[in-house]
């Protein structure tokens, strides 16, 4: 039976941070695949959907339509769209977000211009009855890092949006979420993410720890929402 949790990870500065703190205090395996360390082989270290109980896919700078410089992207579609159609849980983050709406046929393209910093985004109000976003405020703190965006799927429901990117975060059926924007960082995320930022990029301390807060608060309740399934 499987019973292993499995992060897909495409470079290294971004990791999975508090996702996996909380999936292991919780007392779940978590397994971290490098994709990038396997690039040359797209079936090297996407592990196969009967081996798992849940996934998260994490960010990344390369583009979810750039198939031929990336071989790893179909094989992880192909397993996203497996979960997904399997009613496990999923959770996608920015790059994973962009992957999910591939993995169920919606187009992902580039947006209008980078969304990069400290920044909210609005909840829907398909959020007010969401298992996780039910009870967080109108508008949410995040960390944006993104300049692609994506069509809804069409059996999505959608969550959250910004001024520049309408589509920022989704569920489809009861445990698969999207969130284009980062609420996941940690202190070693966000030391392992300066160096990649762009120089202007900065975020402070109240910042970092109101991003913190949210992002615990839906993790938690991500993980809550996923209890509830059983392979």
């Known amino acids: 039976m499987a019973s292993r949790w499995a992060v897909l990870q495409h470079v290294p500065w971004e990791g999975p941070g508090l996702i996996a703190s909380v999936a292991r205090s919780r007392g779940l395996a978590v ?17 196969p959907s009967e081996d798992l109980l849940g996934l998260v896919v994490m960010g990344g700078p390369m583009g979810a339509y750039e198939t031929e410089k ?8 192909k397993l996203i769209a497996e979960m997904v159609s399997r009613g496990c849980p999923v959770l996608g983050i920015c790059l994973g977000a ?41 508008k949410i703190p995040v960390f944006h890092w993104h300049s692609d965006t994506f069509n809804l799927p069409t059996q999505a429901s959608l969550l959250a949006g910004s001024a520049m990117y309408p589509h920022q975060a989704f569920r489809v059926g009861r445990r698969a979420y999207a969130l284009q924007f980062h609420i996941e960082a940690d202190d070693d995320t966000w030391s392992a993410w300066e160096p990649h930022l762009p120089e202007n990029v900065r975020v ?11 992002g615990l608060k839906i993790i938690e309740r991500f993980f809550d929402v996923a209890s509830s399934f059983s392979r």
């Open 70 to 77: 990336y071989s790893f992207i179909s094989a992880e579609c």
């Open 98 to 138: 962009q992957l999910l709406a591939k993995s169920l046929g919606a187009c992902v393209f580039p947006g209008p211009s980078p969304e990069i910093g400290f920044g909210t985004v609005r909840l829907t109000p398909s959020a007010s009855d969401d298992a996780v976003f039910a009870g967080c405020t109108s």
């Open 31 to 47: 397994d971290i695949h490098r994709l990038d360390l396997h690039s040359l082989d797209s079936h090297s270290n996407v592990p």
């Open 204 to 214: 402070s301390p109240a910042q970092r720890e109101a991003i913190r807060e949210t």
